[in-house]
C-alpha cells in the first residue's frame, strides 16, 4: 500500500525553526512534483510549498522566505526547513504529490505558541 510517512512536528516558540520530513512508499515520487500541505484547524487543506522533480520550488505568498522544501530522489524523501514560525502556522502538515493522487498519510502537527 503507498504511504506518505510525516515526520518531524512539535510545539516551538514564535520565531523558531522546525525541520519536517515526509518518506514516500511510491514509484510516483522520483517523476512527480511534490508538496507540503497543511490544514489548520477550521480551515480547508492549503498547499504551502511544492517542488518538481528537478528541484524548482514554488511558495504560498504566507510562507515565502520563511520556509524551505526539498527533496532526496533517491531516498524518496520530501522536507521542510521552517524558520520565523508564526502562531499562524500551527496546523497538521501533509506531504503529497501536487496534484494530490496518493491517500493522505496521518501528518505531523505543529504549534506554535509561547
Known amino acids: 500500500q503507498v504511504r506518505m510517512v510525516e515526520s518531524g512536528g512539535g510545539l516551538v516558540q514564535p520565531g523558531g525553526s522546525l525541520r519536517l520530513s515526509c518518506a514516500a512508499s511510491?514509484?510516483?515520487?522520483?517523476?512527480?512534483?511534490m508538496g507540503w500541505y497543511r490544514r489548520a484547524p477550521g480551515q480547508p487543506r492549503e498547499l504551502v510549498a511544492r517542488i518538481t522533480s528537478g528541484g524548482s520550488a514554488v511558495y504560498a505568498d504566507s510562507v515565502k522566505g520563511r520556509f524551505t522544501i526539498s527533496r532526496d530522489n533517491v531516498k524518496k524523501t520530501v522536507y521542510l526547513q521552517m524558520n520565523g514560525l508564526k502562531p499562524e502556522d500551527t496546523a497538521i502538515y501533509y506531504c503529497?504529490?501536487?496534484?494530490?493522487?496518493?491517500?493522505w498519510g496521518q501528518g505531523t502537527q505543529v504549534t506554535v505558541s509561547s
Open positions: 503529497n504529490t501536487v496534484p494530490q493522487l496518493i491517500t
Open positions: 511510491t514509484n510516483l515520487f522520483s517523476t512527480n512534483v
